[in-house]
């Protein structure tokens, strides 16, 4: 019912039975809500759901509780991408292709650079993510430097403030599997993260291949992210503030909260995306508002105390 076109609640309702029953409806009405609105709300819900449950594993999996999704350095490859397919004038199909190729490529040369060196520690994949994420943030800067100021670097700045507007069924189409897969993984072996989180020693001694299971998990937490960025672009807070509320509510079991952070995911980002496309007559960037929101949130969890690990 949101948005620029008003359409009330009983037309909305006369058009969604119009696909199974016999009754006529308003065209413009049928267009706009499945063809504009239906896509864009699901996408928000897969985008919110794929970050925070992102967000809550890894930071069972690195057992620190200020690890983000983007912490391997997959935001920063897929903003690279996008960046160079808005420099080459491709279509936005193209942009999305280039931004989930470059965020994988990102997170697989931090994988790589962590097993140069010799150590098993989880700490040195985080530290080779921030420095192939750093690398590729200066790429970026570099293409919005040769970029044309009137109409390329516009709109490169809009693409990396996150948006779901141009969002269509036919992208849908293109992430919507990847991304349901690697959530039914990582809800499946949702109880390991609980082993794993006492310590590798510990998990080992108890039977769990934390080599294998840690790649596992970057792979599943690498697509769902790379997939949200490229259809959304950059929505900070989201994978690190959503899954602290999830454990205020449900604790730190990673059985519970993994769904829990799933549901307030999808609610929490589509609740946003219409604050964004309602609040003023022009749309406002969902990176603005996930940030404007989530900073203050994040420092009153601080103030209060409440952020629990264990």
């Not at 709300?41 to 449950?53: E, K, Q, R």
């Not at 994988?111 to 530290?127: A, P, Q, T």
Request: glycine letters at 8%.
């Amino acid at each position: 019912m949101i948005g620029r076109y008003p359409i009330s609640p009983i037309e909305v309702i006369t058009v969604i039975l119009s696909k199974i029953l016999p009754i006529e409806c308003d065209n413009i009405a049928e267009t706009v809500i499945f063809q504009i609105r239906i896509p864009r709300i699901i996408a928000a819900m897969l985008v919110g759901a794929g970050l925070s449950i992102s967000g809550a594993s890894f930071q069972g999996l690195f057992k620190n509780p200020l690890v983000s999704p983007d912490i391997l350095g997959v935001s920063a490859g897929a903003s690279l991408g996008a960046s160079i397919a808005i420099l080459l004038s491709l279509n936005l199909f193209y942009i999305q292709i280039f931004a989930l190729l470059f965020g994988l490529t990102a997170v697989a040369i931090t994988y790589f650079v962590s097993r140069l060196v010799k150590s098993s520690s989880n700490l040195v994949l985080v530290l080779s993510g921030m420095a192939v994420g750093s690398l590729f943030s200066a790429l970026t800067s570099f293409t919005k430097y040769v970029a044309d100021p009137y109409e390329k670097l516009p709109a490169i700045v809009f693409w990396l403030m996150g948006s779901l507007s141009s969002v269509s069924n036919k992208d849908l189409l293109v992430v919507i599997f990847p991304m349901l897969v690697s959530i039914m993984i990582l809800l499946l072996i949702r109880w390991k993260i609980n082993v794993i989180s006492i310590g590798d020693e510990e998990a080992r001694s108890l039977g769990l291949n934390t080599k294998k299971f840690t790649t596992l998990m970057i792979i599943c937490c690498t697509i769902l992210t790379a997939s949200a960025v490229c259809i959304s672009g950059i929505i900070g807070w989201v994978g690190l503030v959503i899954p602290h509320i999830g454990r205020m509510i449900v604790g730190p079991d990673h059985r519970k909260l993994l769904p829990a952070t799933l549901s307030l995911g999808a609610s929490y980002l589509l609740l946003v995306d219409n604050f964004a496309r309602a609040l003023t007559t022009v749309e406002i960037p969902l990176g603005i508002l996930t940030a404007i929101m989530g900073a203050p949130f994040f420092i009153y969890l601080l103030k209060k105390s409440k952020i629990g690990w264990s």
